[in-house]
């Protein structure tokens, strides 16, 4: 059974970091793109980084500039460092794996709070 398990979340000062780690087993991490999305309340669950099994990144124009995403592939994880914390940032962050060979094969975590206040 595939599961991304997501930990790092908390209660940050404005202009603070937290770094997000998400581990996935059950899987050739390799092969699948990894994502985090992230959701406020009232919002919809919007990208907020992805990492491609190319090795290339993407992120969301809020966060370019102060977030990075990376992955281990030895450890089966991937990483969200998140630096110049903003009160828009608060939200609950997930992982989320992909790989399209065929058919679909997706999987979410079940989620990490980050709260960004002073």
């Known amino acids: 059974q595939v599961q991304p398990v997501e930990s790092g979340g908390g209660l940050v000062q404005p202009g603070g970091s937290l770094r997000l780690s998400c581990v996935v087993s059950?899987?050739?991490?390799?092969?699948?793109?990894m994502a985090w999305y992230r959701q406020a309340p009232g919002k919809e669950r919007e990208m907020v980084a992805t990492?491609?099994?190319?090795?290339?990144?993407d992120y969301a124009d809020s966060v370019k500039g102060r977030f990075t995403m990376a992955r281990d592939l030895a450890k089966n994880t991937v990483y969200l460092q998140m630096n110049s914390l903003k009160p828009d940032d608060t939200a609950v962050y997930y992982c989320?794996?992909?790989?399209?060979?065929?058919?679909?094969?997706?999987?979410w975590g079940q989620g990490t709070q980050v709260t960004v206040s002073s």
């Open positions: 059950g899987m050739i991490f390799s092969h699948y793109d």
């Open positions: 989320y794996a992909k790989h399209f060979v065929g058919t679909l094969r997706d999987y």
């Open positions: 990492i491609f099994s190319s090795s290339n990144t």
